[in-house]
């Protein structure tokens, strides 16, 4: 077996009248489908699905930093530096905060939470020649200056 490529993710949130919002309104992807009033279903424009989302209910606790599970979920918005102060001014437009920002050579990537803590990083790539000459590369994590 060879797994050609990540086909989806599902996150659970408490409320999809919080969630999607933020998912179709904010971040901007496109809302394809519902599954009763438990899950919402979005795409990224090329797929029929990316993520979805399954409501669990407002009791539901938040995700810890020492729980095993999802750390973030990672989002390509453009391909420059420009696209990605573009990116941090929609969100500072619409009141969602950075929780930070980073150059990781092979790409460089705000990062903010959704409505439910998850973390949520936006990036554009660099060079793919860096990471193809150098597969190490992916491990760094450096200052961002936008």
């Known amino acids: 077996m060879r797994i050609q490529k990540l086909g989806h993710a ?26 009763g009033s438990q899950m919402v279903f979005f795409s990224c424009g090329g797929n029929h699905h990316d993520l979805a989302l399954l409501e669990v209910g407002a009791d539901a606790p938040p995700p810890t930093e020492r729980q095993v599970g999802l750390y973030h979920l990672a989002f390509k918005i453009g391909d420059s530096l420009d696209d990605l102060r573009a990116c941090r001014d929609h969100l500072t437009a619409h009141g969602v905060s950075l929780a930070g920002q980073a150059d990781h050579r092979v790409s460089q990537a705000l990062y ?6 998850i973390m949520i990083e936006l990036y554009v790539d660099a060079d793919p020649a860096i990471w193809r000459d150098d597969p190490g590369a992916v ?8």
Do not use: I, N, Q, W
């Open 10 to 35: 599902v996150l659970k949130v408490r409320s999809l009248a919080t969630s999607v919002p933020f998912y179709r309104d904010v971040l901007g992807l496109s809302e394809v489908a519902r599954y």
């Open 112 to 117: 903010c939470h959704d409505p439910d803590g």
């Open 139 to 146: 491990a760094h994590v450096g200052t961002l200056k936008l």
